[in-house]
């Protein structure tokens, strides 16, 4: 299963590096959760979802993201077709140069042949996914 989610989070940063926004949103389950220290926010309309993603894409132009990488840290089944999973994001420049790093976790649903994000957790200290919106 660690495969699967790895390949998954895979999928998702190519789909970020390329700034694939039909990809990335194919990627959530609507409604979806933020959980945070603040209020949790729930996304849940096709519109709101496309909103965010657009915000986080126009942040990677204005820090000139132009590579991806993503590595699962945890990944834990907690049921049939909800999974966990704890991962490390890490955004360079074209010459390299790590311009952000997080950890985010998240709440999936794995069902047959399909993974969808239903939760984001924002345990990183910085928050610096949410900087991102």
Known sequence: ?????SEFFQKYAVAMQDRELKLL???YRLPFIIVHDEPERVVSFDAELE?????VLESFDQRAITNIEVEVKKAIRLS???HFANVNWTFKNEQGEIQLSYNTSYMLSILEDTIK???VIID???DTYLKLL
């Open 1 to 5: 299963m660690r495969q699967r989610v």
């Open 51 to 55: 909103t965010n993603l657009k915000k």
């Open 117 to 119: 994000v239903i939760t």
């Open 124 to 126: 990183d200290e910085n």
């Open 80 to 82: 049939n077709d909800i």
């Open 25 to 27: 949103k194919s990627i």
